[in-house]
């Protein structure tokens, strides 16, 4: 019987030959994940089991990312109750701010997660990890307790939707553009408890970094989790990172889904997501001169090298517009000093851009570039809702980093093409 | 399990940011997020919510975040039940997990209206509207939640199950 990735991983994990969606199925967790503002929360449930001991010490990751370095005493205070359980647990990968990046980031980058595995994440962007042919989810702090009480968490197994992406993309054109247009065709609840299977041309073009960004905001259609078959480029990726076997698992051609969605990557400009939901996605050229205030170029969606590039490629040499401040956040410390080599944080100081230590900080209104009443940021975040980055009166304009970058030269929402020159 | 309050509505898509937004997630304590509890949606919602309220909402509750702090807010804010056409998937758990009483009905969420009352029997999944008169039935819970359910939540469930391991 035919079976996609996603299944093909979960039955694996629940110690199957086969698995049918909407079978409830107990799987086996490859590793555990939660940050400064969920691992508290879940320490507390896990501390009722009276345990003196998780699953595997060794698979049990706590990343303090979200309000670090502590933005406040409250805050200062859940990360030392991350600290001391990660002392008393002997947790190895614990990360301290000084090691600590965004957790999306750094987990791929220390080749904590891998092709196959089962991970969930007291965090909804924990479905970055497809990227890589993991089954990869969001859980909350309950959940995320008992995983690491059992190493084990129940599932009901996905309908899988499986989007082709056919030609070249343009210029300027990455992973954000291709799934913020995706989620602007099927809305905020478009793939809700499916699997987002991501295949085809244009997906295969795509980067490690890219991938991981379409995996990324999975959960802003509502996904269970989203994937792509890994390839050429995943093995090179992880193959220098891995400290433990991984397994490559690839959907049987002819594996049922729920639905099946193309495009033709061609005609896709970059995308500009208006306030208040991801889905409100449109042609950058439809956002052409909005006003802003703010531009925020990180997080767990863009964080990563490759977007830093692509915005030095258009901040340097050049200054950022009088009449806003521009925030940059390098995903973590290894892509800091990656960027530092490269001249490219001196590129962006120099145009009159902050770079900032990692952190989630202003994408989820936490610290480091909060938003006043009435004011309007760009960024390439991954959440536009009401309130996101600061008052419930401000607004959030979602991009790549290349609209990002020359929308910070021009102090309005700008094509790319606009600051560089057409391609033609 | 007999529920019975005021309906207070919402509409499509009300995301874990406008149940409890970030700025105050440097607690967890239930007590101060039940202060906070809806306020990016309505920010008068915390002051003027009665005890057993019931949260009537458009499709898609709970979306964004994994933030547990969201049904924590709106159990401790006295809320007694949330009824959508749909959760989002997370929120859906957590709820479950932490033991807030939710229910899948598209029929109810659209006829119920601001300010009736409303009672809920969780076991049969029957909602009354006591205003108007009709009546509604949920989705029923697949058995094995059910079960976490009736253990009073997943921590209790999974001490139950490592007993019996041991």
């Known amino acids: 019987m ?24 107990n799987c086996r967790l490859d590793l555990t994940l939660a940050n400064d503002v969920t691992a508290p929360v879940a320490i507390k449930e896990f501390s009722k089991l009276g345990l ?31 600290r001391e359980f990660a002392r008393s647990y002997s947790i190895t990968n614990y990360f301290e701010v000084g090691k600590m990046g965004i957790e999306h980031c750094l987990l791929p980058e220390q080749g904590l997660v891998l092709p196959g595995d089962m991970i969930i994440g007291a965090d909804s962007h924990t479905c970055t990890y497809g990227a890589l042919g993991a089954f990869a989810t969001g859980v909350g702090s309950t959940d995320l307790a008992a995983g690491m009480a059992t190493g084990e968490c129940w599932f009901k197994v996905p309908e899988s939707m499986k989007f082709i992406y056919h030609g070249k993309m343009r210029p300027w054109v990455g992973g954000k553009d291709l799934i913020l247009y995706t989620i602007g065709d099927i809305g905020v609840d478009g793939a809700l408890y499916r699997a987002m299977e991501f295949t085809g041309e244009a997906i295969q073009d795509l980067s490690i970094e890219g991938r991981l960004t379409m995996c990324n905001m999975a959960i802003e259609a509502g996904a269970k989790n989203g994937i792509i078959a890994p390839d050429e480029k995943t093995k090179a990726y992880v193959e220098k990172r891995a400290k433990r076997p991984y397994r490559f698992y690839y959907s049987d051609p002819d594996a049922a889904y729920a639905e099946v969605k193309e495009y033709d990557v061609s005609r896709i400009e970059p995308q500009v997501a208006f306030p208040h939901l991801p889905e409100n996605s449109r042609p950058v050229s439809e956002a052409q001169g909005i006003e ?34 521009v925030i940059i956040i390098p995903g973590t410390q290894e892509i800091y000093l990656q960027a530092l080599r490269e001249g490219l944080l001196e590129a962006f100081v120099e145009a009159g851009a902050v770079v900032s230590t990692p952190t989630c900080g202003p994408c989820l209104g936490g610290h480091m570039g909060i938003l006043a009443k009435g004011e309007r940021a760009l960024s390439t975040t991954n959440r536009n809702f009401v309130g996101r980055m600061g008052h419930p009166e401000s607004e959030v304009y979602l991009c790549g980093p290349a609209v990002a970058a020359a929308s910070a030269i021009t102090g309005m929402i700008t094509h790319p093409e606009e600051v560089m020159g057409g391609a033609d | 399990m007999q529920i019975k309050g005021r309906v207070y509505k919402f509409g499509d898509d009300i995301d874990t940011d406008q149940i409890i937004p970030a700025r105050y997630m440097n607690t967890y304590d239930p007590a101060e997020l039940a202060a906070h509890c809806m306020e990016d949606a309505d920010p008068s919602f915390a002051g003027r919510v009665e005890p057993g309220a019931v949260i009537v909402a458009g499709k898609n509750f709970g979306c964004g975040s994994s933030r547990e702090h969201a049904p924590i807010a709106i159990k401790a804010a006295g809320v007694s039940c949330v009824i959508a056409p749909t959760f989002a998937r997370i929120f859906y758990r957590n709820a479950v997990n932490i033991g807030l009483p ?65």
């Open chain 1, 2 to 25: 035919s079976m996609t990735i996603t299944e093909k991983i979960m039955a694996a994990h629940a110690g199957k030959d086969r698995v049918s969606p909407g079978e409830l199925i």
């Open chain 1, 52 to 82: 003196d001991h998780v699953f595997d010490p060794d698979r049990v990751v706590l990343v303090p990312d979200h309000f670090t370095p502590n933005k406040d005493i409250k805050s200062a205070e859940l990360a030392l109750c991350v």
């Open chain 1, 292 to 325: 802003l205030d703010q531009v925020v170029i990180g997080s767990c969606t863009n964080g990563r090298i490759e977007d830093l590039r692509i915005a030095a490629q258009i901040i340097k040499g050049r200054k950022v517009n009088p009449r806003l401040r």
């Open chain 2, 102 to 166: 939710i229910l899948e009905s598209p029929e109810a969420a659209e006829a119920l209206k601001e300010g009736d009352q409303v009672e809920v029997d969780l076991a049969k999944g029957l909602i009354k509207n006591l205003t108007s008169g009709g009546e509604y039935h949920a989705t029923p819970f697949p058995p094995f939640m059910q079960g976490i359910i009736e253990q009073g939540g997943l921590i209790n469930y999974v001490r139950e199950r490592m007993k019996d391991r041991a």
